[in-house]
Structures are given as C-alpha cells and as structure tokens.
C-alpha cells in the first residue's frame, strides 16, 4: 500500500507535468505552424569592404585568388584604418571647433595616422581621386 | 532604366544621360555611399563634406592596393596562386612602413619572420 501511497502524490504532480507541457506543446503548435506558413527569416545582411577588395585585386594580380581568412583580414585592416582616420578628422574638427568633416580634416588625419612615404602616396591618390570626381 | 547613382531615373531619362556612381566618377573601386553613410551614422562630427568621402575612399583603395599587390607577389614567389594569411603576414612585417603601421596588429593563423638571435647562434672563431 505504501508504493500506492507513494504514487498518489506523484500522480498529481504527473497530472501537472502533462498539464504544464500541453499549453506549452499548444503555444507552440500555433507558432510552429505560423512559423511553417511564414517564410524562413530572411538573413540580415552585414556589410564588409570584401567585393570590393576583390575588385582591386583582380586590378593587381588578375590571376591571384585569396582565400576568406585573408579576405577577413583585409577587411578588418580597412575597417581598423578607416575607424582610426575618421576618429583622427573628428578630433580635429572639434579642435579647431568646426563642425564639418572636409577633405582637409582627412587630409590632416592621413597625414598624422600614415607614416612616412604611405602618407604622400595616399594625399595625392586623395587628391587626385577629388579632382576627378570634380571634374566628372 | 534603373542605373545605379543618386540621380534619379526621371532625370536620367529626361537628360539622356545614363547615371553614374559617385565611386565610378571618381574613378574608384571603394564605395563612396556607403562610407559616406558610416561617416554620417557613426556622429564622427555633425556635418560631412562631399569630398571628403571621396578622399577617404581613394586613401583607402590605396592602402589595399599597396598591401595586395605586394602580397600577391609574395604568394607567386612562394608558387602559389592563393593569398594566405601567411603571405600578409610577410608582406606586412617586411615593409617599413606597412609595420609601423600595423605595429599593434596579430594577424591570424600567421607565424612569425624567421629571425635567429645573434648569441643564440655559434660562437665563430674570427682569426
């Protein structure tokens, strides 16, 4: 009689398991239908310099691949480099108590971040960039 | 016809000219609206200039090009016909300025320049 005892209580605690599955089975019923007429998710998509880097490498090496560690170190090179020029213009603007961001700002800030001969190269590519797309 | 560019397909057709991206009129590779919206959305400062984009594009497109280039002469000095992270590593370590530029940076899956330390190496008797 003991184990019959013993299985009255669980009994109802059994009863409750069942009961607290089945609203939550039938919560999910509903949304696993909706999820099945709705459409999957479409992927967020996230934005990366890589075609871009693609496309200058065919410009370089036509015949040079790359693999995707590289292609992911490339694009957090551009992004660290772009992240470090745009702090460097905005400290500059705010220095000089300007609210605008010009060519001259990331001028300056190319000239300060870049060392050496990268930092003339990259003024003139700048500058050349600016007069083209002025002209154009 | 709906062409990439700010300008608008009505104008376009109305002026007979087919529109151009602002990367395309600079003669650039690198986005030019997406990185003046990373400028604009990131509140570096309250307004930004149109050239400045421009400017920053082309450095940008610069500094790839620097560092593909070498290191796709660096994959084909090795027989390779695939950039590995290897190659960047070398390209970067090898180049004076490349380093102090990238001075702080680990690239991954790398390795190290090659380099023996001079007392770590025989002690040569010089007569």
């Known amino acids: 009689m003991a184990p019959k005892a013993e299985k009255k209580p669980h009994t109802p605690a059994a009863e409750k398991a069942p009961a607290e599955k089945k609203p939550k089975a039938g919560k999910k019923l509903p949304k696993d239908a909706a999820g099945d007429k709705k459409k999957k998710r479409a992927k967020k998509s996230i934005e990366t310099y890589k075609i871009y880097i693609f496309k200058v490498l065919k410009q370089v090496h036509p015949d040079i691949g790359i693999s995707s560690k590289s292609m992911g170190i490339m694009n957090s090179f551009i992004n660290d480099i772009f992240e470090k020029l745009a702090q460097e213009a905005s400290r500059l603007s705010r220095i000089n108590k300007k609210p605008t961001i010009t060519s001259r700002e990331i001028q300056t800030a190319v000239r300060l971040v870049l060392p050496g001969e990268l930092a003339k190269h990259a003024v003139s590519e700048g500058t050349k960039a600016v007069t083209k797309f002025t002209s154009a | 016809m ?18 151009l991206s602002r990367s395309q009129k600079a003669g650039l590779q690198f986005p030019i609206g997406r990185i003046a919206r990373f400028l604009r959305n990131r509140k570096y400062a309250q307004h930004i200039g149109t050239e400045a984009t ?20 660096v994959a084909r000095d090795n027989k390779r016909l695939r950039i590995i992270p290897r190659h960047i590593q070398l390209t970067v370590r090898h180049d004076e300025e490349l380093n102090t530029l990238l001075d702080d940076v680990t690239i ?4 190290v320049i090659p380099k023996n330390h001079n007392n ?4 040569q008797n010089v007569c």
């Open chain 2, 2 to 19: 709906a062409a990439k560019g700010k300008t608008l397909a009505s104008d376009s057709a109305a002026s007979g000219k087919k529109s």
């Open chain 2, 108 to 111: 991954c899956s790398s390795g």
């Open chain 2, 120 to 123: 770590l190496l025989r002690i």
């Open chain 2, 54 to 73: 421009v400017f920053l594009a082309a450095v940008l497109e610069y500094l790839a090009t620097e560092v593909l280039e070498i290191a796709g002469n």
